[in-house]
Structure formats: C-alpha cells, structure tokens
C-alpha cells in the first residue's frame, strides 16, 4: 500500500467516536497526525502502515480533540505537539499562535498558524503549501462542509471574522475539517437557498459518497464560497429567506447560526 510513497506526502482520515476524524500526513516512513482525541485508532493506523509518528497539531481544547494526546506522547517521548498559546493543556507542548509557522521537515511541510477564535476563544488552523503547489487548511472546528462550528467561547462577530480569513485563502486550497457533519450542514442550507445549483450539485455528490460510506472531506475553498452559507450571508435568497430588514452581515450570520443550532 505504501511501497514508492515514501518521498510523497499522503493524506487519510482516520475515523474516531461517531464522526470526528482524525486527519494522518505521511511519507510512508514519518507521520503527523492532527487532533487525535481517541490514540486507538491512531495506533491502529500507524502500525498498519508501519508509522513512526512524529509531530502532533491540536486545534483546540475539546475533548474529542485531544484524549489521545498522552497516551501518544508517552509512545512517542520525542514527539513535537504543537497547540494554541492562548489555552491550557495538561500535556507538554510548543504554544503557537498566528505569529508562528512550523516546520516538519521529515515530511517537507510548513504550517502557518492562523488564530480563529469563536467555537473556542483560542482556537488555531495550520496551513501549508506541499511542494507541488498543493494548499492545505486543517480547521479543526471552525469551518465545515457546508458548515461552521457552534459559538461556545466567542461572539459571531468573531466567528464571522475567523471564517473570512479562511474563505481569504487560496480557491483551491484543500479544507480538512474534523467532523463529518457535511450531509446535514448541505441540507440545511438548502432550506436557506434552494435555488442555489451547486449547492444542488453538493447535495448529489455527497449523498453518493456518504451512501457508500466515503468520507465528504476534503472540501474546498472554492466549494465552500459556493455553497456554505455561512460565507454566502450576502446572499440575497438567503437573505429573503430570513426575518431580518435592514440587517448587517453579522446580523445575517448570527440568526443562520442560531437557525443551524436547532436544525
């Protein structure tokens, strides 16, 4: 399976709980893992694979991010983790904040760090660029396909900030968020635009994914511009299709996240 692999940087998500996953990079020799909240699973692959791993990136302080971590850590005492500055762990680890970039180098891979606040107050993203010209965003929580995280820590404004600098990036960067919520978020959205054809489009693609058990990841930026409304509150279906007169974009955003939170 990994045999000629080893100088090229694969990318597989490795499934935990109900519908987190666990996103696995690997030359087919090193590997880094990000927001493993069950070690398990992790193992498992790494040692299908024949894994060494090497570097860990928390997003954020959730549970369901991070249980795994100390177990890894002690299997792995020379493991690099890399988690937001702004919040606290139990486990050593490098803080790192917008101001950082990591480096893997075993794996020829440099992270900017973006800070995200709004699903929690300290919450980062890593970006990179692989040496094909490939862009990768690794969001954890605070963009979905199709979708957005819930607002436990700060406001919608700052939710709403967070996303545009993700929706600044790249059109073809790859979006590998950390839940499988697409399907839902798709068909949520559908009550907001119906008319929208590639949000139509998405609905089709990704219940024949799904329908296989195929995961819906990695979106897209340019998917998500799309057919996300919570990056399409200018949208005037959208817009018409909410009780609002005279509302801000920020007014907008807030009543769909709402909306979303009881869908």
């Known amino acids: 399976m990994i045999d000629g692999m080893q100088h090229n940087v694969q990318i597989i998500p490795i499934p935990a709980f109900k519908d987190n996953y666990i996103w696995l990079i690997h030359n087919g020799q090193q590997a880094l893992v990000v927001d493993p909240g069950d070690a398990i699973p992790v193992l498992e692959t790494l040692k299908q694979l024949n894994l060494t791993l090497i570097t860990i990136l928390i997003t954020h302080h959730h549970h369901d991010h991070i249980d795994g971590v100390e ?7 020379y493991i690099k983790i890399y988690a937001p500055k702004l919040e606290q762990y139990d486990f050593n680890h490098t803080p790192v904040n917008e101001l950082n970039t990591i480096s893997v180098d075993d794996l020829n891979l440099k992270f900017s760090v973006i800070s995200l606040p709004g699903h929690t107050l300290g919450h980062v993203a890593y970006y990179a660029e692989k040496p094909d010209g490939e862009h990768l965003l690794f969001c954890g929580d605070t963009l979905f396909g199709a979708g957005c995280g819930r607002i436990f ?23 590998y968020c950390t839940h499988e919520y697409t399907l839902h978020n798709i068909n949520f959205a559908l009550t907001l635009e119906s008319k929208n054809p590639a949000l139509r489009k998405r609905y089709q693609d990704t219940k024949k994914l799904r329908d296989s058990n195929l995961t819906s990841l990695p979106s897209s930026i340019a998917l ?12 005037a279906e959208i817009q018409s299709a909410l009780p609002l007169k005279n509302a801000s974009i920020v007014d907008v955003f807030t009543m769909i996240r709402n909306l979303r939170n009881h869908y």
């Open 71 to 77: 177990r890894l850590q002690k299997l792995y005492p």
């Open 153 to 175: 820590e700060g406001t919608p404004a700052q939710m709403y900030k967070s996303l545009q600098k993700l929706a600044s990036l790249p059109p073809t960067t790859q979006v």
């Open 224 to 235: 998500e511009l799309a057919t996300n409304p919570f990056l399409r509150c200018h949208s």
